[in-house]
Nanobody
Framework: QVQLVESGGGLVQTGGSLRLSCAAS????????MGWFRQAPGKEREFVAA????????YYADSVKGRFTLSRDNAKNTVYLQMNSLKPEDTAVYYC?????????????????WGQGTQVTVSS
């Protein structure tokens, strides 16, 4: 089990940037693949991006590809989601999640541990 704490959310104008961080507790962080999901009001939680244990492989939802970049620093037990060219439709609560066993990177059920979420609001 790993505890996750997100930070870096806030209010930004269309076209702006934010960097979300997810800090994990424990000494086994590198054994977890990590992902980000988001949930807008009235909508289901959706996959945003995922990264492998080593950080060598990343996956992105089509809606964020080319605008968001996911990275990790295993020495710091932290993953980073750099979000550029933000749009109003990116407004949501963003959740960091950890996945240890499943190879299904885009499904929420594959992740065992979740952070509390951080709000991202993009104004038009």
């Amino acid at each position: 089990q790993v505890q996750l704490v997100e930070s870096g959310g806030g209010l930004v104008q269309t076209g702006g940037s934010l960097r979300l961080s997810c800090a994990a507790s424990g000494r086994t962080f590198s054994s977890y693949a990590m992902g980000w999901f988001r949930q807008a009001p009235g909508k289901e939680r959706e996959f945003v991006a995922a990264i492998s244990r080593s950080g060598s492989t990343t996956y992105y939802a089509d809606s964020v590809k080319g605008r968001f970049t996911l990275s990790r620093d295993n020495a710091k037990n932290t993953v980073y989601l750099q979000m550029n060219s933000l749009k109003p439709e990116d407004t949501a609560v963003y959740y960091c999640a950890a996945r240890k066993y499943s190879s299904t990177y885009s499904a929420a059920y594959a992740y065992s541990d979740w952070g509390q979420g951080t709000q991202v609001t993009v104004s038009s």
